[in-house]
């Protein structure tokens, strides 16, 4: 199944180029209070929410995608983690260009571990990024996202996918410069997420998935997950060695060779097989 957010906070189900509005099946979710839980509601009760959407959907509204705004489809994530350097082109053309390294040492993902991105910086496709620093060098960065289901820590690779909910197209946006990677890439609107949530069970090899980016349609990224270094399963490992991980967590699975400088006015279109793709206009913030 694929699941949109759209609109006004509004929940879709996704098919043949349509939106089916089965908004009502948020009415499953329990009523949480202060303080909040640190996982994502929608997310944690996904199974609900899909049984009950499934039952909305004979008599759903019916909207043409082209006219529903999306939202990114986990609204509140504990956390975006995302992993450095995962290809192994991508390591060798940053630590070729000093315009990307910045004399950071670019280590390998083995070494060095993922890190953590702002909430905040979350959102989908209809909000576009707001570039910041504009005398700096403000990249693209296309990954395939992978939607935390259920919490667990110290997560075995080989049980991995057991705590996977489904998968999304992210764009990583990134100033480049000399400081930490998270503060470079949590400015506001530099998570992009869509264009909706496509639940696990409907991936048959999330290893295999071939994505490409464009910017004003000309092609700048393609590559496929058979040649992440660390593969989602082993990502999930690492990661949930060190911290627990909830429903709605995010793992941006990290970008390929071809990286490569945005301004506003440009238009990315990014998308995933099997994920979908998602247009996200550049402007200044
Ligand atoms: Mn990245």
Not at 39 to 65: G, Q, S
Not at 78 to 93: D, M, R
């Amino acid at each position: 199944m694929q699941l949109c957010r759209f609109n006004e906070g509004r929940l879709g189900i996704v098919q043949g180029g349509q939106v089916k509005d089965v908004t009502e099946a948020l009415d499953v979710l329990p009523a949480y209070r202060y303080p909040l839980p640190c996982f994502d509601p929608l997310i944690a009760n996904l199974k609900e929410v899909v049984a009950r959407a499934t039952e909305l959907l004979p008599a759903a509204k019916t909207l043409a995608l082209e006219e529903v705004s999306l939202l990114a489809p986990v609204a509140s994530p504990g956390k975006i983690i995302a992993a450095p350097v995962n290809y192994l082109k991508h390591l060798a053309e940053a630590r070729e260009d000093a315009e990307i390294h910045h004399r950071n040492q670019v280590g390998e993902i083995q070494r060095v571990g993922v890190f953590l991105k702002a909430t905040s910086s979350l959102v989908g496709q209809s909000e576009g990024v707001a570039l910041k620093h504009l005398n700096r060098r403000n990249d693209h960065e296309a990954e395939v996202v992978v939607v935390i289901g259920k919490k667990g820590r110290d997560i075995p690779a080989a049980r991995a996918y057991e705590y996977v909910a489904g998968y999304c197209v992210g764009l990583d946006m990134t100033t480049r410069g000399p400081e930490e990677r998270s503060f470079r890439k949590s400015i506001d609107t530099y998570s992009v997420l869509g264009p909706w949530l496509t639940t696990a069970d409907a991936v048959s090899s999330p290893g295999e998935l071939g994505f490409r980016l464009t910017v004003n349609g000309e092609l700048r990224q393609q590559a496929n997950t058979r040649d992440l270094v660390l593969g989602i399963p082993e990502l999930i490992e690492m990661a949930s060695s060190f911290y627990t991980l909830h429903p709605g967590d995010l793992i941006y699975t990290g970008t390929p060779e071809g990286v490569g400088p945005v301004h506003p006015g440009d238009v990315i279109d990014v998308s995933v097989d099997g994920l979908g793709g998602m247009r996200v206009q550049v402007r200044a913030a």
